[in-house]
């Protein structure tokens, strides 16, 4: 009887997540690659489909998602956009189409992130030791928080900076935008901002392994201030000044909280270290310890006293044998 290729396909998956230690061929590695890439393409599907329909469907009042993106445009002053209802220019007959699609992948990425990355630490945590997956699952949760953080500043500030820029032109001007380059002006912000508070994470994370200790933060600390301040001029898509400094200033306080964390761990492990205590946290799980066992095992190996041997009975007499 042929066997079945998916249940044996199956039962490879199944091996993995039951062998977590790593320890598999190649051919498994490839086929549970293969299966944790379609979960994550079905995932980002799913959250594509639904972004698509919350383009149009109000999930709160003024809550679809297409009312969301159009926020900072409408914002505008009422002289520097075309009088009527808040709307943009479509200039080819699938635009709308296109930019419903992409705006609706980038919210359902948004959405289903948890599932997707989950797939991607599945496949990746069997390969870690304990401490390496302990740090990688701080590194995700604190990833995602400052990533969505970012997200919020860049959508809070892209008001103000279209304000700036429309402005410049005074009453001259009417301000029309194509639907396409807004929106990619929009997601381009909200992706920029995201990724660039993700620095004083990788500063700490570098920081703990010991590449990058606070010395060297505090030497730099002004060469990375310029450096960020260069970074938002030329990241940011727009022309205006505000979304640049809200850029730089922020990346400029988690950058010094970054160091102060940095300075709090380095002066805590020189205490351990000066005190004759070893921070074994920062040891391999393979690694030999390094405990000072020599007395131990010398007391061990000492032969155990023998006991005491009982007296030696006194002689007796001749009369005592005589019955």
Not at 307 to 322: C, W
């Amino acid at each position: 009887m042929a066997r079945d290729p998916h249940r044996r396909e199956s039962r490879r998956t199944r091996s993995r997540r039951q062998n977590p230690d790593g320890t598999m061929s190649l051919r498994d590695h490839l086929y549970d690659l293969r299966h944790r890439l379609t979960l994550a393409i079905a995932f980002l599907a799913v959250g594509a489909i639904f972004g698509y329909f919350w383009w149009a469907w109000e999930i709160w009042p003024n809550g679809s998602l297409s009312k969301i993106m159009l926020e900072p445009y409408c914002s505008l002053p009422p002289n520097t956009r075309p009088p009527g209802p808040c709307t943009l220019l479509q200039t080819t007959p699938f635009e709308g189409f296109l930019v419903r699609l992409k705006v609706g992948l980038g919210a359902g990425a948004v959405l289903t992130s948890p599932l997707w990355l989950y797939q991607i630490w599945a496949f990746i945590a069997p390969g870690l030791y304990n401490k390496e997956r302990k740090f990688a699952r701080r590194f995700v949760l604190f990833a995602s928080v400052l990533f969505v953080a970012g997200a919020f500043l860049a959508y809070y500030v892209v008001p103000q900076g279209l304000e700036v820029v429309v402005g410049f032109g005074g009453e001259v001007f009417t301000t029309f935008f194509k639907a396409d380059e807004y929106f990619s002006f929009i997601l381009v912000m909200l992706l920029i901002f995201g990724v660039s508070f993700e620095l004083p994470l990788v500063i700490v994370m570098l920081n703990q392994t010991g590449v990058l200790p606070y010395e060297k933060l505090k030497r730099w600390r002004r060469g990375f201030f310029f450096g960020l301040f260069v970074f938002a001029a030329v990241a940011t898509p727009g022309t205006d000044p505000f979304s640049m400094l809200a850029l730089a200033i922020a990346m400029v306080l988690l950058f010094e909280v970054a160091v102060q964390i940095a300075r709090v761990h380095d002066k805590r492990k020189a205490k351990l270290e000066a005190g004759g205590e070893e921070d074994y946290s920062t040891l391999d799980d393979d690694e030999v310890s390094t405990l000072n066992l020599d007395n131990t095992r010398a007391e061990d190996e000492q032969p155990s006293p023998t006991p005491a041997s009982p007296p030696d009975r006194p002689k007796s007499s001749g009369y005592d044998d005589v019955t």
